[in-house]
């Protein structure tokens, strides 16, 4: 008898409930489908993050070119340099002296600035690019 009853309030309880189920499953649903919309807009902002930094490359192609007019040589120097480095950056820390690199309190980034610069050129000069 006491499982009856027990059985029959699960029942009731279930049918009593049974409107709350699809608000339920229509919250789980939106809740995945703004995370799916976060995810989205990550990766277009990501994507948009790559499209400017190809952009940039192509700058320093294009600049390089002007200058040195070795396509392969300034395609390579522009994969190879940090993004933030433009082509006029580094021609002027390949020909700048290291007393003109900048103030002694920036000294260790000013280095690895450098550091990079010089690595790029040396990698695509033993590429023999240029």
Do not use: W
């Amino acid at each position: 008898m006491k499982a009856l009853k027990l059985i029959l309030h699960c029942i009731i309880l279930a049918v009593a409930l049974s409107p709350l189920f699809p608000s339920l499953c229509r919250a789980a649903s939106q809740e995945e489908l703004f995370e799916k919309i976060k995810l989205l807009e990550l990766q277009i902002q990501e994507l948009k993050d790559m499209k400017a930094q190809q952009n940039i490359s192509e700058e320093k192609v294009q600049h390089c070119i002007k200058a040195v007019g070795a396509e392969k040589f300034c395609t390579c120097l522009a994969e190879a340099l940090p993004g933030d480095i433009s082509f006029e950056q580094y021609v002027h820390d390949m020909v700048a002296s290291p007393k003109e690199s900048g103030d002694t309190s920036r000294k260790q980034d000013n280095q690895r600035r450098l550091n990079a610069v010089h690595a790029a050129r040396d990698k695509c000069v033993q590429k023999g690019l240029f």
